[in-house]
């Protein structure tokens, strides 16, 4: 009877042990999951972080990026707005005299370039094409179907030469020479209208300047004050319209300079290739006799 009772007490001891062990894992096992939660919370947390970190960089980035373009087109904006502010203030008058004197003067400018350019002939192609045709057997005619298929003001005064050759070189030099001076004249052709832009810019400038000035000076004597707000009105548009005639009178210039310097170009061309012309006859007339 005590051993019965001994091994049910034994029983119940370790079943009493068993369910302490089991509430002590049940009371673990959440502790864990719960840490593992919260790592799982803290990670996320720190990857939306670092994502919104990201978004804001690139977003300040894109802001960057927008910032310059839109600040050049302000000042671009201004720049036009300010020049067309200044070009009223300067004048309606006097302002709109000189603007078209630039704009007649530039297209003055750009024919005289357009023209040159097309005038500008290879004289060394020109001559070895002629000294070819000279000796072949058409001879002359076909040197002056050469000139006559080139263009450009060297080919026309070659050609008037060798209508002349049959008369000897002295006749082909003078039909060069007096041809020559024709083509020159041609190419220096409303050179003389551009200057008159040039010189005539600034002088209408300085005429407002002039008549801002008498302006100015009106105002005193009809307020008799001199005062700094009573002038500044005058002066500041005596002050703009000669600064638009100057500008005006350089750009011209610049143009002008450049057509002068081509023509100058082109006559030499004409000159040397002339004189190498007249000797290429006289080899061809010497190798005949």
């Not at 947390?45 to 980035?61: K, L």
């Not at 004197?101 to 350019?117: D, F, P, Q, T, V």
Request: with cysteine; glycine share 8%; proline share 2%.
């Amino acid at each position: 009877m005590k051993k019965l009772f001994s091994i049910i007490a034994i029983i119940g001891l370790l079943n009493i042990n068993n369910n302490s062990l089991i509430a002590q894992s049940n009371n673990v096992i959440p502790s864990e999951v719960a840490s593992d939660s919260l790592t799982t919370d803290s990670a996320m947390t720190d990857s939306a972080m670092t994502d919104s970190a990201m978004t804001d960089s690139a977003m300040t980035d894109s802001a960057e990026e927008v910032l310059p373009s839109e600040t050049e087109e302000t000042n671009e904006a201004s720049f036009h707005q300010v020049l067309k502010e200044k070009f009223i203030e300067g004048g309606a008058g006097f302002m709109g005299v000189v603007l078209i004197a630039l704009i007649l003067g530039l297209a003055l400018c750009i024919e005289r370039i357009i023209y040159l350019n097309l005038a500008t002939t290879d004289t060394d192609k020109l001559l070895s094409d002629i000294d070819e045709a000279l000796k072949g057997k058409k001879g002359m005619e076909s040197a002056k179907e050469v000139c006559r298929n080139t263009p450009g003001p060297v080919a026309s005064i070659f050609y008037q030469g060798l209508e002349r050759s049959s008369e000897g070189l002295d006749m082909v030099e003078k039909s060069i020479v007096a041809y020559g001076s024709v083509q020159m004249g041609r190419l220096e052709r409303n050179t003389s209208w551009i200057s008159l832009f040039i010189a005539l810019a600034p002088m209408l400038g300085f005429m407002g300047t002039v008549i801002g000035m008498i302006g100015a000076f009106d105002a005193i004597e009809a307020n008799n004050n001199i005062s700094p707000a009573l002038v500044a009105g005058g002066i500041k548009v005596a002050l703009l319209t000669t600064v638009f005639g100057l500008i005006v009178a350089m750009i011209l210039q610049v143009f002008y300079n450049y057509i002068i310097s081509k023509i100058d170009s082109l006559v030499n061309s004409m000159e040397d290739a002339s004189i190498t012309l007249i000797d290429i006859l006289a080899r061809h007339s010497g190798s005949k006799k």
